[in-house]
């Protein structure tokens, strides 16, 4: 399977530097195509980065949140359709800082991931547990519980376009420390098995990746981690010789 290397720019880029990602990309483009690419600008940039990236350029633009009415008068939101129209085919659900700061819960995620699925974009579900419950060595059960309810909606013939990011709480951002691929390894093979490509059939997602201070250092061996489909990459990334790098080493 291709491995799946993407980023997400969180609340940072004017379109000036969103362009100027771009042109890096373009730059790059012989080494996109032995991966599967995607950026995740935030909404204001992704009309801009879609129409900036040559067709032949293979990069996936995503977005980072969309709600799941699909139109009406939520002040402030944007919608599936919406979003796809912008030119995103991917859409970021449930990332530890939109439950932690944004209200998101396990009914919020589940109602978004259904809704971009009809809406036929690919739903991105990010799932992490907290310190604390690693510390009490429950993150099995907790990343179960989380996908579980956050396809809960799903009709299931929507199940194969689902990507999942397993990014615990605690290896994320500035504040986060680096997993080691030994801590990671029990939650990716239980994705896998369960839900993932190799998994039972009834419940086959397209791919799980691993998300959480992943850098130019560590990614092999991340990506060497049994039931490992891809990256997904925050800091590390928002720079595009950082972003090439991690697609050479995908590769
Ligand atoms: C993230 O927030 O999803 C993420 C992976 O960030 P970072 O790589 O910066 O830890």
């Known amino acids: 399977m291709t491995t799946w290397i993407g980023t997400s720019w969180k609340m940072n ?15 790059a483009r012989d080494a996109l195509g032995g991966v599967r690419a995607f950026v995740i600008p935030p909404h204001t940039a992704i009309a801009a980065v879609r129409e900036r990236l040559p067709s032949d350029v293979p ?4 977005a980072q949140n969309a ?3 699909p ?10 359709g919406m979003v796809a129209d912008a030119g995103a085919t991917l859409v970021e659900i449930g990332h530890s800082e939109r439950r932690e700061y944004f209200g998101e819960t396990d009914d919020t995620v589940a109602r978004k991931v259904a809704a971009a ?33 956050g396809l809960s909606r799903l009709a299931a013939h929507d199940l194969r376009k689902v990507v999942v990011a397993y990014e615990p709480v605690w290896a994320i951002g500035d504040l986060g420390r680096e997993a080691s691929p030994h801590e990671i390894a029990p939650v ?6 369960r839900f993932g490509p ?9 791919a799980v990746l691993y998300g959480g201070s992943v850098n130019r250092f560590n990614a092999a061996a991340l990506l060497d981690v049994p039931g490992t489909d891809g990256l997904f990459v925050g800091r590390a990334a928002w720079d595009v010789a950082g972003f090439v790098e991690l697609v050479r080493i995908g590769a």
């Not at 190799?198 to 397209?206: E, L, P, T, V």
């Open 13 to 27: 880029k004017t379109l000036a530097e969103a362009r100027a990602f771009v042109d890096g990309l373009v730059a």
């Open 188 to 193: 990716m093979e239980m994705l896998s098995t």
């Open 67 to 69: 709600h799941w009415e």
């Open 59 to 62: 990069v996936l633009v995503g």
């Open 117 to 149: 699925a009809a809406a036929g974009l690919t739903p991105l579900l990010c799932v992490g547990e907290p310190a604390e419950v690693r510390a009490a060595g429950g993150e099995i059960d907790w990343i179960a519980g989380q996908v579980s309810r």
């Open 198 to 206: 190799g998994g039972d059939a009834r419940h086959k997602i397209s």
């Open 71 to 80: 139109a009406g008068a939520y002040t402030g939101e944007v919608s599936m």
